[in-house]
């Protein structure tokens, strides 16, 4: 029997670009918590639906579970930064980073305090 | 657009087996017109929790011929960084399937849609949190 394998597999990575664009945010929430943190919070951030967010973070353990998503983001972005092949468009993604930090904060997801320290962790790259 | 919309699945087992008993579901779907697998990747983590990526082309015979009829296409969309950060949550002694599948049903859906006249303007997974959260304040509204 002939085999079927894939091409090399050295395209983008399809989790990183879900993660960027956002669009298949829903889908990536049922997949895995870090992709689900990122997803969804890219995907609040970026909707701008006030009313739909209100509905998600609601209630008090809501939000905790948004905070840890936030930790788990930064983690991640962090370790992102780290990592030995960095992203080309360092800035772009540094400025994206940023406003995403600032629409969590306008939304009250995050507080002052929170948002000073995740600023600072993005800048320290 | 060629595809349909696709749609990522990380399916979890335990141990570090895949017995292929999941084909007659897929089968079932498939034979339906619903999905179409367009891309599959194995991965299974130790005790020690090393990772270990397998190609469908390398599953022994009878997985292999097991899995053969279900899989359309190995597309290689899914790299190893995704393989990766998929899997990253798995436990020790675990396995799991990665998976990307086209929604033939949406295609052929938004197909006829277009031919008469009309246009899919939107199309969206909506998060079960916040289905949960509606179907709360529903039944708090009706008690």
Redesign the interface.
């Known amino acids: 029997?002939i085999?079927?394998?894939?091409?090399?597999?050295?395209?983008?990575?399809?989790?990183?670009t879900?993660a960027r664009t956002a669009v298949?945010?829903?889908?990536?929430?049922?997949?895995?918590?870090?992709?689900a943190a990122r997803g969804?919070l890219r995907a609040q951030a970026q909707q701008q639906q006030a009313a739909?967010q209100q509905?998600?973070i609601?209630t008090q353990a809501?939000v905790e579970q948004m905070r840890q998503q936030i930790d788990s983001l930064q983690a991640q972005q962090t370790q992102t930064a780290a990592a030995p092949p960095a992203a080309p468009a360092g800035g772009a993604d540094l400025i994206a980073q940023l406003q995403q930090l600032g629409e969590l904060r306008s939304a009250g997801i995050l507080n002052d305090a929170e948002f000073e320290a995740a600023k600072a962790r993005i800048l320290a790259g | 657009m060629p595809f349909g919309p696709i749609e990522l699945l990380v399916v979890k087992f335990p141990d570090n087996q895949f017995n292929g008993e999941i084909i007659p579901a897929m089968q079932e779907l498939i034979d339906h017109g619903t999905i179409r697998v367009v891309d599959i990747l194995f991965v299974t983590k130790d005790a020690d929790g090393v990772v270990t990526e397998q190609e469908f082309g390398d599953l022994v015979d009878d997985l292999y011929t097991a899995y053969d009829p279900v899989v359309d296409d190995v597309n290689g969309l899914l790299t190893h960084e995704d393989a990766e950060q998929l899997t990253a949550t798995l436990e020790p002694n675990s396995s799991a399937g990665i998976m990307l599948f086209e929604n033939v049903w949406a295609k052929r859906f938004a197909d006829a849609v277009a031919n008469a006249n009309g246009e899919v303007v939107l199309n969206e997974r909506i998060p079960r949190i916040v289905i949960e959260e509606l179907v709360a304040a529903y039944d708090e509204a009706s008690a």
């Open positions: 029997m085999r079927r394998r894939p091409a090399a597999r050295s395209g983008p990575s399809l989790v990183g879900m298949i945010a829903g889908t990536a929430t049922a997949v895995s918590g870090n992709v969804a739909a509905a998600a609601n809501d």
